[in-house]
């Protein structure tokens, strides 16, 4: 559950050495060279990654873990599964371009509480944590800051797919899950099928796997009828009629 005591992204509670958003821009520019960012199959201080090649050709996932995103406290995962001609361009687009969209409308936030997090700070400090109904307010707004700024990453993603010169996005595409991990909280932002799997503890202390995600497949009716109202088909192939694409 989230419970801040305020209204913040990352940078509320202890004092942290960050970089500032120029900062951010300037490595923009060589992210292959970033070394808190791994998209290829490796491992860093706190998590690991890896795909394999299946046996329908060209590997299409492509996938990236992002720490220190915004804040020492704060990591990015993202896992892209490419479908179409151009699948593994479109996923490897995304997987490089969501995670930048998603900084910049995280960064126009923190831009308008300009000078909140120094009295965030303060209410930290004199908080008794007894007020539960501002921290449920404050729970709320959070929440929603970042529906807002996975929403308009998703939509201007999208967008820039649409127009891309050398990328065929009518025929071609990508599954996106996208998680942001700041100290123990988890914001998440997915479309298509893909999954995210938390593994947990029951009451016995045996590992349990949670499903995070719902996959979101033309053959729930909800999903169908959201591709057709976005002028979208749904149809199966005659060498697997049992799959709704």
Request: glycine share 8%; hydrophobic share 30%; aromatic share 6%.
């Amino acid at each position: 559950m989230v419970t801040p005591s305020c209204l913040e992204i990352g940078f509320c509670g202890k004092k942290r050495a960050r970089r500032t958003f120029s900062d951010h821009v300037i490595s923009l520019h060589h992210l292959s060279s970033l070394p808190s960012r791994i998209f290829t199959n490796g491992k860093s201080r706190g998590s690991c990654i890896f795909t394999q090649q299946g046996r329908k050709g060209i590997n299409q996932d492509a996938m990236v873990v992002w720490e220190d995103f915004m804040s020492e406290d704060m990591i990015f995962c993202g896992v892209f599964d490419g479908h179409g001609p151009q699948g593994h361009l479109v996923a490897r687009k995304v997987r490089d371009t969501l995670p930048v969209k998603l900084l910049s409308f995280l960064h126009s936030y923190e831009s308008k509480r300009n000078g909140s997090d120094k009295a965030c700070l303060k209410r930290n400090m004199k908080s008794d944590g007894g007020d539960t109904e501002k921290d449920i307010s404050s729970e709320d707004k959070l929440n929603s800051t970042w529906k807002e700024a996975f929403m308009k990453a998703y939509k201007a993603m999208d967008k820039e797919l649409s127009s891309h010169p050398k990328l065929d996005c009518f025929c071609s595409g990508s599954t996106s899950v996208t998680i942001v991990k700041q100290g123990s909280n988890l914001f998440m932002g997915y479309i298509g099928d893909s999954r995210a799997i938390m593994g947990s503890k029951d009451s016995n202390d045996s590992m349990v796997a949670i499903q995070l995600t719902v996959d979101l497949k033309p053959d729930l009716p909800r999903e169908a009828e959201r591709i057709k109202q976005c002028k979208g088909r749904v149809f199966a192939l005659q060498d697997e009629p049992e799959v709704s694409r």
